[in-house]
């Protein structure tokens, strides 16, 4: 029977009963920069750290064992990952992305990737026919779900189906629900692309980044790239995200039960236009979550009803920080038009429904009391300034 998630993330079992590293519980850092050989032509099956360390090993295996994967490699950074997963593609070829991205995603494929002969149509995948843009240069799609800031959902199967149809790979950045809550591998993706400086390491300490696939002919690809252009991840901070995974699902849940009380609470206020959390049955792509994902996530949008009410929260905001990122246990309030999504071109912004009045929250596993209480004061002195 296949284990659990919740055990996953605190035991490998192709590693039990091998009685090795002393019996320690918690994986030791191997801080080596190389290996010493046993003689000439042999291999302790570790030679240099750019190419592997078993810290980081032992990482990319409980990883690749949550999100149903052959293979996962750790990154340096999420950016880090994504941009080894650019080197796929060759000039000339044609990709499909999703318009609402994470900035910093929009910002490689565009301002780097672009200039290396590569082709990028963005369409919102959530709602318009992928189909219409594939034509015989096209070689991926690349989208988020929900998508970062907006939420937006994409059923991930169908448009699997489509890219099996045209023999293109499908990628899927699986940061904002995390392996907890929904496995894109298991939905016909063949990468996932995930920012473990999130959920995965979940304490807003660390950076990093993962690739997923479980197509043999792209974790070669992979390994490749990876020991040319060295982004892997340094040893102690491969152990910092495995003792952040040791605590993925109880904190993913409890962040989530605070995002729903937060999300409804946030649906009273006279100064709230619009809340965007797939959890709420009105959300547009609900059904979809219900049928894809095994949960809703912790992450909020919503609209102020003027640019200086969003302002004079940030500025009012104690206990939650105003602060970029997410995925962490400490409640963090963004303004994407001027953090996250500021080099995304303001017409795109615009288009894609990130207005001056929108705030995105990454709810913590604060109580969720004191967060509400938080809340409550900030909005009422926030109506006075604005
Ligand atoms: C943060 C983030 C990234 C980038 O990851 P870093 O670890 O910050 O480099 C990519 N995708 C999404 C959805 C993110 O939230």
């Known amino acids: 029977m296949a284990r659990g998630i919740d055990t996953k993330c605190l035991h490998l079992e192709e590693e039990e009963g091998l009685n090795t590293h002393y019996g320690a519980i918690s994986y030791p850092i191997y801080q080596t920069a190389t290996y010493a050989h046993p003689g000439v032509g042999?291999?302790?099956?570790?030679?240099?750290?750019?190419?592997?360390n078993p810290t980081r090993e032992h990482l990319e295996k409980v990883v690749a064992s949550l999100e149903n994967g052959i293979d996962a490699l750790a990154f340096s950074s999420g950016m880090a990952a994504i941009t080894l997963l650019m080197e796929l593609f060759a000039p000339g070829d044609h990709l499909i992305v999703d318009t609402d991205l994470y900035g910093g995603s929009i910002r490689l494929f565009s301002h780097v990737s672009e200039k290396n002969g590569i082709i990028f149509f963005h369409v919102e995948c959530h709602r318009e026919n992928v189909e219409n843009y594939i034509n015989e240069h096209t070689k991926a799609i690349y989208i988020e779900t929900p998508t970062n800031p907006m939420m937006n959902v994409t059923d991930i199967a169908a448009l699997a189906q489509i890219a099996k149809k045209h023999g293109l790979l499908l990628i899927v950045d699986n940061t904002f629900l995390s392996p907890y809550f929904q496995n894109p591998l298991d939905l016909g993706a063949?990468?996932?692309?995930?920012?473990?400086?999130?959920?995965?390491?979940?304490?807003?300490?660390?950076?990093?980044?993962?690739?997923?696939?479980?197509?043999?002919?792209?974790?070669?690809?992979?390994?490749?790239?990876?020991k040319t252009t060295g982004a892997g991840l340094a040893p102690f901070d491969s152990w910092l995200i495995l003792r952040g995974i040791k605590t993925l699902g109880i904190r993913m849940e409890r962040a989530q039960k605070n995002a729903i009380a937060i999300a409804k609470w946030l649906q009273?206020?006279?100064?709230?236009?619009?809340?965007?959390?797939?959890?709420?049955?009105?959300?547009?792509?609900?059904e979809i979550m219900k049928k894809q994902a095994r949960g809703f996530g912790a992450m909020i949008t919503f609209h102020l009803k003027s640019k200086e009410f969003a302002l004079a929260i940030l500025e009012k905001v104690r206990m939650i920080?105003?602060?970029?990122?997410?995925?962490?246990?400490?409640?963090?309030?963004?303004?994407?038009?001027?953090?996250t999504h500021a080099d995304v071109p303001k017409e795109i912004r615009e288009k894609n429904g990130i207005t001056e009045a929108t705030l995105r929250l990454s709810v913590g596993i604060e109580d969720v009391e004191d967060l509400l209480a938080e809340l409550e004061a900030v909005f009422s002195a926030a109506s006075e300034m604005a």
């Open 268 to 286: 009273c206020q006279e100064a709230v236009t619009g809340v965007i959390y797939p959890g709420l049955p009105e959300h547009p792509g609900y």
């Open 321 to 339: 920080k105003f602060a970029e990122s997410l995925g962490g246990v400490e409640t963090l309030i963004t303004y994407p038009a001027t953090q």
């Open 190 to 226: 063949d990468i996932v692309v995930h920012s473990g400086t999130k959920f995965l390491g979940g304490h807003n300490d660390t950076l990093a980044g993962f690739l997923i696939t479980n197509r043999e002919d792209i974790s070669e690809r992979f390994r490749f790239l990876i």
């Open 42 to 52: 042999q291999s302790t099956g570790y030679d240099y750290s750019r190419l592997q």
